[in-house]
């Protein structure tokens, strides 16, 4: 993983793999965070929404899904092949930049989830 930064409806990252498909490590990395999340929620005996959101949760599950008991990721990924130094730059100050475009803070380095934050804690791959 290069950059990162995880919105209040969505997250982007950009990243590659030699060993595995991106598909694969999107699957896998929505599968993990999700079974940790809901786990949390459910665990949370301070959560004064737990039983509406483990409802919606599994409203969705049962309505999209079938095999799960519940569904926490929307379907489907976006991927975005960047196949030249120019474009990867580009795409790396859009993501680094996106909560300061959005108006969550005035500086991409106040955004406490982004690879951009001076105490984020993700060992982030070297990309310049």
Known sequence: MYEYVLMPSYITIIASSKKKHISTILREFKNGT?????????????????????RLFSYYSNRY?????????????????????ELFAQHVTEVVNLPVTTRLVDDPHHYVYSSAHPHQRVKLAPWQ
């Open 65 to 85: 899904q079938h095999d799960a008991e519940h569904h926490f990721w929307q379907f489907g990924n976006h991927p975005v092949v960047l196949d030249s130094t």
């Open 34 to 54: 999700a079974k940790q999340v809901l786990k949390s929620i459910a665990e949370n005996p301070d959560e004064k929404r737990k039983e509406w959101m483990m």
